[in-house]
């Protein structure tokens, strides 16, 4: 029991039992090196497995994927004056090669849109050429002060498609296509993070972009995490890069495009969305490990058991992720716990007992619920008690997203709710960038994004007074 | 034809050959960025193939995948005496972040023994925590000032492992299942390039190692790659970082550790092992197209003959990678050549007189044989091609490196076959430095690996005529 007591309670200290899971379950630590972390194995197998299933879904799409160049010269990053301006205060610059100045400095890309517009502007000539649909895996370098593990560091992961397309209405299109087909499948269904999605205010979007749609998910201490971002860059990087193709009507013609990303700060969200004062819970589309067995071992039985074990693994097949905890030195009982704080999503307990009943024990981390099942069931079970922990998991972020979304008329109510409930705030805004401004200083909350569903009404700006037709979600966020 | 012609003869000029081809089937390109290349998505999908197989491998043999970050700050790199000495005049260095100057630079990892070294000390208490078995695929970065493309660039990627042990024996044994089981088995298998296998003196050892072990590939142009290395540390890096751990007799022992890594330049490798002038040739297990589809298509029979090749795509199975080249503009010819040029290992024709006969024609790439295959035997028969085209190339491969290994005694006689016939030389060496570095400064060969079958022989060193019984290999190298 005292190995749970080491998590600090969320009720008690939210960003601290947020840091407590992430260390103790071995996801990520920080290192002597400012800004950055180190994502260790479980941490790691967590990511690959989110990779596999957005991976997927890019390719089904068409996209496929490409390896740009780290480094971005100084007057390439210069091109976009936006995009720059955007940028420059968190770049990384290497300025020296082996022993010698260079003499323009690079970057290390925070985004990679002016080293692959670059290349793009050589690659495309004609409009058999369009679509491109590129997609890049890698490392980004933020300048960042302090470390937040997953939520704010000097280098991440992440995925960044880059697309190029003939005309404003195939960007449009690729540009929802990603929001919804790709990041809102993934994101709901792999991570089992419900999102709000909408368009950001022109304060908020990417440096460069035209227009930005995100998806806005809800952590469970009332804080909102930006989950992916989807850009139409218009023709903004393609006139400053020169991106042109020759159409069948034979006239050169700039191309449209877009660019869209998610992060290893995702892994945060799933730590926020789904974790509890026992530790994580991860979805078991995603869990490294989806069933821990823990064998019940006497030194009389031990070999038996563990050979039982085994077999267990190839009665459950190649389907699922599973692994043995055989370690002599930790009781049962120590095990559960380790396990259950690292969002294993199924537990098998198998003892000498059981074997003899040709039984095993399996225990929910979501519920917390035991059920005793025939090994010749065991496959079976084992699958739909996966697809329940899923939905559930879901099911329940769906309920808390809902019951924290509030809509509010009053500018005191919306300070009292920000300040004690946090939640989503649906509120009408006049378009005004002096009033999103405000309320950000008065009270911490941003526009999250402008929903896509038009709403008749008219109401008043929730700072101003102004009469407007347009609701918006404001949050604090991360 | 004209096509092809575009491509310079591998005869006339290899190095020229290796870039046309290399641009041509667009695995890469060059960037405005002085030594780095963007790897294109045709060059990318084979590198993801490459990284399925390996790391299938890695996993497999227990390693786990982890992230460490991409900065090393000075003092870390400082800290194994050789291991900067190594890599120092090849570092890029981060000096500002943002707006500000750093207090201390940081390089862009050459390699991570550093910066992971720094977190095992960390993370490793007692033997229980051993052996830690960790891989990571990562981008790294050596400063050049020339580029050429997958073989030297100041960017690439690659994986590289790290793992600590609790005895020396441990170590070995570790550094040696990595060189045999997973690399020897990788590179043989799926990249069918034979290699020869030993282990590197002294002076071509990796910085900070106690020995390094080498895989050696031929190119077809009789200069050799190497393709991958194992490091055995010892303990340097345990005493440098202070990696302890307490043995179950109580006391504190430094750990030992190997490091090992593959890189993109096998790519390289896989063009000119297989490559011939009509273009590449990829062997199928990594071929991000195994079998191409050309239709023949005329006005009438158009979409009878697409919907055909559709079904056939359905026919061949989720285990063929397969594409459709439907497109309007080029004629058959031309696509057979760009095919080809881009190394799919199978084409498969299908036109409406083919339709009729319930058939279809496939053309392996490596001999240009054609077979007239029913349909119904499609599937079973596209199997057989692709084992056999996979095996066909190791064999040509091996078959080459075979009469291109040469036992030479004289010294003349050694310089003659360098400059005309290059390939590798089998010859004794006393041991010596002197000898190693005169050989290279007069013949441009280095020793690529002292094998491990150990002959009982005695002969005289190829230089100075010293008795001794150890026979190396020679080679010029990439």
């Given at each position: 029991?005292?190995?749970?007591?080491?998590?600090?309670?969320?009720?008690?200290?939210?960003?601290?039992?947020?840091?407590?899971?992430?260390?103790?379950?071995?996801?990520?630590?920080?290192?002597?090196?400012?800004?950055?972390?180190?994502?260790?194995?479980?941490?790691?197998?967590?990511?690959?497995?989110?990779?596999?299933?957005?991976?997927?879904?890019?390719?089904?799409?068409?996209?496929?994927?490409?390896?740009?160049?780290?480094?971005?010269?100084?007057?390439l990053l210069k091109k976009e004056a936006e995009h720059v301006e955007g940028f420059?205060?968190?770049?990384?610059?290497?300025?020296?090669?082996?022993?010698?100045?260079?003499?323009?400095?690079?970057?290390?890309?925070?985004t990679s849109e002016a080293i692959i517009c670059s290349?793009y502007s050589?690659?495309i000539?004609?409009?058999?050429?369009?679509?491109?649909?590129?997609?890049?895996?890698?490392?980004?370098?933020?300048?960042?002060?302090?470390?937040?593990?997953?939520?704010?560091?000097?280098?991440?992961?992440?995925?960044e498609?880059h697309t190029v397309h003939?005309t404003e209405?195939d960007a449009q299109?690729e540009t929802?296509?990603?929001?919804?087909?790709?990041?809102?499948?993934?994101?709901?269904?792999?991570?089992?993070?419900?999102?709000?999605?909408?368009?950001k205010?022109s304060?908020?979007r990417f440096a460069g972009a035209l227009n930005t749609y995100?998806?806005?998910?809800?952590?469970?201490?009332?804080?909102?995490?930006?989950?992916?971002t989807s850009h139409n860059l218009g023709q903004n990087f393609a006139k400053a890069f020169n991106i042109k193709y020759?159409?069948?009507?034979?006239?050169?013609k700039y191309a449209w495009q877009t660019s869209w990303?998610?992060?290893?700060?995702?892994?945060?969200?799933?730590?926020?969305?789904?974790?509890?004062?026992?530790?994580?819970?991860?979805?078991?589309?995603?869990?490294?490990?989806?069933?821990?067995?823990?064998?019940?071992?006497?030194?009389?039985?031990?070999?038996?058991?563990?050979?039982?074990?085994?077999?267990?693994?190839?009665?459950?097949?190649?389907?699922?992720?599973?692994?043995?905890?055989?370690?002599?030195?930790?009781?049962?009982?120590?095990?559960?716990?380790?396990?259950?704080?690292?969002?294993?999503?199924?537990?098998?307990?198998?003892?000498?007992?059981?074997?003899?009943?040709?039984?095993?024990?399996?225990?929910?981390?979501?519920?917390?619920?035991?059920?005793?099942?025939?090994?010749?069931?065991?496959?079976?079970?084992?699958?739909?008690?996966?697809?329940?922990?899923?939905?559930?998991?879901?099911?329940?972020?769906?309920?808390?997203?809902?019951?924290?979304?509030?809509?509010?008329?009053?500018?005191?109510?919306?300070?009292?709710?920000?300040?004690?409930?946090?939640?989503?705030?649906?509120?009408?805004?006049?378009?005004?960038?002096?009033?999103?401004?405000?309320?950000?200083?008065?009270?911490?909350?941003?526009?999250?994004?402008?929903?896509?569903?038009?709403?008749?009404?008219?109401?008043?700006?929730?700072?101003?007074?102004?009469?407007?037709?347009?609701?918006?979600?404001?949050?604090?966020?991360?």
């Amino acid at each position: 029991m005292d190995f749970v007591k080491e998590i600090t309670s969320k009720e008690q200290n939210f960003a601290q039992w947020y840091i407590d899971v992430v260390r103790k379950a071995e996801l990520a630590d920080y290192t002597t090196i400012k800004g950055c972390m180190v994502i260790r194995p479980y941490g790691y197998g967590l990511w690959e497995n989110m990779q596999k299933g957005l991976d997927e879904r890019i390719k089904k799409t068409g996209h496929k994927n490409a390896y740009f160049p780290l480094f971005i010269p100084e007057h390439l990053l210069k091109k976009e004056a936006e995009h720059v301006e955007g940028f420059a205060p968190e770049v990384a610059w290497v300025t020296q090669g082996g022993s010698q100045q260079l003499e323009e400095k690079m970057a290390v890309r925070p985004t990679s849109e002016a080293i692959i517009c670059s290349l793009y502007s050589k690659w495309i000539r004609s409009y058999r050429d369009l679509p491109l649909l590129i997609n890049q895996w890698a490392n980004i370098v933020r300048w960042e002060k302090t470390t937040r593990l997953f939520l704010r560091t000097t280098e991440f992961l992440w995925q960044e498609g880059h697309t190029v397309h003939k005309t404003e209405e195939d960007a449009q299109e690729e540009t929802l296509k990603i929001l919804f087909e790709v990041y809102r499948d993934y994101i709901e269904n792999d991570l089992a993070i419900p999102v709000v999605v909408g368009k950001k205010t022109s304060k908020e979007r990417f440096a460069g972009a035209l227009n930005t749609y995100t998806l806005e998910a809800l952590m469970t201490d009332g804080k909102v995490l930006q989950a992916g971002t989807s850009h139409n860059l218009g023709q903004n990087f393609a006139k400053a890069f020169n991106i042109k193709y020759l159409d069948e009507d034979q006239t050169e013609k700039y191309a449209w495009q877009t660019s869209w990303g998610t992060t290893t700060r995702l892994i945060g969200a799933i730590v926020m969305v789904h974790g509890d004062d026992r530790g994580l819970r991860l979805p078991p589309k995603v869990a490294p490990v989806q069933l821990i067995i823990v064998p019940i071992m006497f030194d009389k039985t031990k070999d038996e058991v563990l050979n039982k074990a085994e077999q267990l693994i190839k009665i459950l097949g190649k389907d699922v992720r599973v692994e043995i905890d055989a370690r002599d030195e930790y009781k049962p009982g120590w095990k559960f716990n380790e396990w259950e704080m690292r969002g294993v999503p199924l537990r098998l307990e198998i003892g000498p007992r059981d074997m003899k009943k040709g039984q095993v024990v399996l225990v929910r981390r979501d519920t917390g619920e035991k059920v005793i099942v025939k090994e010749e069931d065991l496959k079976n079970k084992v699958q739909v008690l996966l697809t329940e922990i899923q939905e559930n998991l879901y099911n329940l972020a769906k309920k808390f997203l809902d019951t924290n979304i509030r809509e509010i008329a009053d500018y005191e109510e919306f300070q009292e709710v920000i300040e004690e409930k946090k939640g989503m705030i649906k509120a009408f805004w006049c378009g005004n960038r002096a009033c999103e401004d405000k309320v950000k200083e008065e009270t911490k909350a941003t526009i999250r994004c402008i929903p896509f569903e038009e709403e008749n009404a008219l109401g008043k700006c929730i700072y101003c007074g102004k009469e407007t037709s347009t609701k918006v979600y404001f949050a604090r966020a991360y």
